[in-house]
């Protein structure tokens, strides 16, 4: 088992491994967004308060969840490459940075669109709004930070250090309606117990969620191919890769 | 065809779709996005490759 796990630490292995699953996991992403949005849109019954607005959790719950999903992969990988000094943890770090901040944008952006007509305003310093805000300021500093140095390394050390700290806002963010008064409501799917929602509505929810975390997991698969070979283009194996 | 009702989505269509629009636009960006990454740095690694064989040094 662990020798697979040493595997990864491996820049050639990981550039082969994620050219072969990137098409794959695009493909299943397209499947289940396909079923997820059909339903989602055309099936799930209309919320007997929100009317046809609920039909903005379909997009805005997932992309809400993948922003910290992304955060947390990002700060593992981060960790992992400042603990044991493996290079592919900064180059996984470098290719989510811009994947988890598009999402926060779009966690922020659908979630003005829903709070206008629920709340009558697009944007209030509510707390689950602001930590969300500061999530997003965390990406964009992660990635300045990393472009900020002229020697490169220094520049992962430094970005690896501040997405590590910056990890504790992740529960900021999802404990945030429950610690303080809220306009936002509270949790509907990741929480104790059975999830506040039928069926009908439930399940286009979780296909939305598995789509956004496969299409995440394939466009993270492309970048670090990217990453891998900016990083080690002096190394035999790039050369002999790009010459084939 | 879908009926109007539909496009109407209760009133909230100014709402709903440009929040699936702005959705696909994101998802759209990052695919995008993360090919051109990737083929920047194919070239890159194709030049210093050339280079290398040439016996000069990347600037």
């Known amino acids: 088992m662990w020798t697979w796990f040493y595997k990864l630490a491996s820049p050639p292995y990981v550039y082969g491994v994620a050219a072969v699953l990137a098409p794959w996991l695009l493909g299943a992403a397209a499947l289940a967004m396909g079923y997820g949005l059909i339903a989602g849109l055309a099936i799930a019954p209309p919320d007997y308060q929100q009317g046809q607005a609920f039909r903005m959790i379909y997009v805005h719950v997932p992309s809400a969840l993948l922003s910290l999903t992304v955060y947390t992969v990002m700060a593992a990988a981060s960790a992992v490459a400042l603990i044991w000094r493996i290079k592919v943890g900064h180059a996984v770090s470098a290719a989510s940075a811009p994947i988890g901040a598009s999402f926060t944008i779009l966690a922020l952006v659908t979630g003005s669109l829903w709070g206008r007509p629920m709340w009558g305003t697009y944007w209030a310093w509510d707390p689950r709004l602001t930590s969300e805000l500061i999530l997003l300021f965390l990406y964009v500093g992660v990635m300045s930070l990393r472009l900020a140095f002229e020697e490169p390394s220094r520049g992962d050390r430094a970005a690896a250090l501040l997405a590590i700290v910056g990890v504790v806002n992740v529960p900021i963010v999802h404990f945030s309606v429950v610690w303080w008064n809220s306009l936002h409501q509270g949790a509907t799917i990741v929480k104790l117990g059975a999830p506040s929602m039928p069926g009908s509505m439930l399940w286009p929810l979780l296909s939305m969620w598995l789509g956004f975390m496969l299409f995440f997991a394939a466009v993270l698969c492309i970048r670090l191919q990217g990453e891998v070979l900016n990083r080690e283009r002096q190394s035999t194996w790039v050369r002999e890769a790009v010459k084939s | ?59």
């Open chain 2, 1 to 59: 065809m879908m009926n109007s009702s539909f496009w109407a989505m209760g009133g909230y269509a100014r709402y709903v779709w440009p929040c699936f629009a702005f959705a696909c636009v994101v998802l759209a960006w990052n695919l995008w996005s993360a090919r051109r990454f990737r083929v920047a740095a194919q070239l890159r690694a194709r030049r210093a490759a050339e280079m290398a064989m040439a016996g000069v040094g990347e600037s």
